[in-house]
């Protein structure tokens, strides 16, 4: 009962603010609505980029190695595991074995460019993920196979832990493992850890529900934020889906 108090209290304010700032985030098919979006800004070192992976920018041609199959999974699992953890392990060892049975392609090649330019322009960027540390090996090489260059720094790893979250938060490779917890959370744990406060945070993702998270926490403590929902990765599903049909 102690943990779901403790829950609360660390969620409640950011649900509230989410219900506020919900008219800020803006919604876009590619990556050059990004672009236009954020004409003008001066985007130098003290700006964070933050791009989730899966949807966002890769997106696999097994439907078993999609972030939907995964819930899907999960709720399979919890009706025969004797708990949570259990099932939500299970559902994580199928999941790696169709990640690595699955081929990959960009939702949208300009995006991995706007990224590349983006770290070619010393710019600052996080990939912030659901994907557990069982894919902390395989995801690298995952997005160096779509031509992302703009992650990677092998010098910095954190293992974290985000109480009462059961599972640890790994930052690797650039890219933070957040085992599904709150990302609006998880993005502050990690700037505190790197004790560094952007002046601007950039986020984009295909989930409405982690954009709001992020778009909650930057208000919270008063960093500006441009937030997007991308969703243009339902036209790339749906050409995948049209090839496997024509086979």
């Not at 070192?45 to 949807?55: A, G, K, M, N, S």
């Not at 085992?179 to 295909?206: M, V, Y």
Request: proline share 3%.
């Amino acid at each position: 009962m102690m943990r779901v108090l403790v829950k609360l209290v660390v969620l409640v304010p950011l649900l509230l603010f989410g219900s506020f700032v919900g008219a800020q985030i803006n919604k876009i098919e590619c990556a050059l609505e990004l672009r236009q979006a954020l004409e003008g800004l001066d985007l130098d070192q003290d700006v964070l980029f933050v791009f989730d992976i899966d949807e966002t920018i890769l997106v696999a041609n097994n439907p078993k190695a999609r972030s939907a199959w995964f819930g899907a999974m999960l709720a399979e699992q919890m009706k025969a595991a004797v708990t949570f953890v259990d099932a939500i392990n299970e559902t994580r060892r199928l999941y790696r074995i169709a990640q690595e049975q699955t081929t990959l392609e960009a939702v949208d090649p300009e995006l991995i460019q706007f990224i590349n330019d983006l770290h070619q322009e010393g710019v600052r960027l996080i990939g912030l993920t659901s994907r557990s540390r069982e894919l902390c090996d395989i995801t690298p090489q995952q997005l160096a196979e779509v031509g992302l260059v703009g992650f990677g720094d092998a010098t910095v790893r954190y293992e974290l832990q985000l109480h009462p979250h059961e599972f640890p938060l790994i930052f690797e490779n650039g890219v933070f493992f957040t085992s599904g917890a709150h990302k609006g959370l998880c993005l502050g744990r990690l700037l505190r850890e790197l004790n560094w406060q952007p002046k601007t945070i950039i986020f984009i993702d295909d989930s409405y529900h982690h954009v709001e998270a992020v778009e909650a926490y930057a208000s919270m403590v008063g960093i500006p934020a441009y937030t997007f929902h991308f969703t243009g990765y339902q036209k790339t599903m749906a050409a995948i889906e049209d090839r496997l049909l024509r086979r």
